[in-house]
């Protein structure tokens, strides 16, 4: 049989290793799980659904509401089967081959892999001794021109440092990369760079339900 693609090669699936512990933090997830009226919400409107039909392929109700709840328009939104697979739907889109993502190491693993699982190159910034952002070197690296997106975790994971603001203005008119601002954690840091949508084309804005809200399941 013929080998798969050479980028897969010598790749293992992920494992996250949970030993019995009391505490398990490698992972992010919400300690609580989701309150039992909520859980009994959950239940009773999957009792309603067709499981014979597939389901709206853009969720288009679910976009309606994630669109209200943060003044945009349901053309702005986007979902995926958690932010994993909309950071993988990114790469496909903005990386490939002859195409270069920008990365700020340490940082989210996934973005990197995902660029490896694309065959696109991968361009890193290193953060500086205190983790946070060579805010300099990115933006001269970014006026080169050659970059076709960019992903900034804030907070960072696993460090937790937010991005400077200004620095992502600055980032956002200094490139037509597309700037990917990883704000996974936005309900704990409440810093957004939600305002910046209406002025910036590059802008885009991720966000979960599997952290802050409780539901990785
Ligand atoms: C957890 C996390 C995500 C998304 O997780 P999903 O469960 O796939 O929604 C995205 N970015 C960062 C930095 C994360 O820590």
């Not at 909520?38 to 109700?61: C, E, G, H, W």
């Not at 993502?101 to 953060?127: C, H, K, M, Q």
């Not at 006026?143 to 804030?154: L, R, T």
């Amino acid at each position: 049989m013929r080998q798969s693609a050479p980028q897969l090669q010598g790749l293992v699936p992920y494992d996250p290793k949970y030993l019995p512990a009391r505490a398990y933090l490698s992972a992010n997830e919400n300690p609580r799980d989701v309150e039992t009226e909520i859980r009994q919400k959950i239940i009773s409107a999957i009792r309603k659904v067709p499981l014979n039909r597939y389901p709206d392929p853009l969720a288009n109700d679910l976009r309606d509401m994630i669109a209200e709840a943060n003044g945009l328009d349901r053309d702005q939104v986007l979902l995926g089967n958690g932010g994993d697979e909309l950071l993988f739907n990114i790469a496909l889109a903005w990386g490939g081959p002859g195409r270069k993502f920008l990365n700020l190491p340490p940082t989210f693993s996934v973005y990197a892999a995902n660029a490896r699982l694309t065959g696109t190159e991968v361009i890193d910034v290193p953060r500086l001794a205190d983790y946070s952002i060579d805010e300099e070197t990115v933006l001269e690296r970014v006026g080169q021109g050659d970059i076709d997106y960019v992903i900034v975790a804030s907070p960072n994971n696993p460090t937790g440092k937010l991005a400077n603001e200004e620095f992502l203005a600055k980032l956002l008119d200094a490139t037509d990369a597309l700037v990917l601002v990883d704000e996974a954690y936005f309900e704990f840091s409440r810093t957004t760079m939600r305002p910046y949508l209406a002025m910036h084309k590059n802008l885009l804005i991720l966000r979960t339900f599997s952290k802050a809200f409780s539901l990785a399941g």
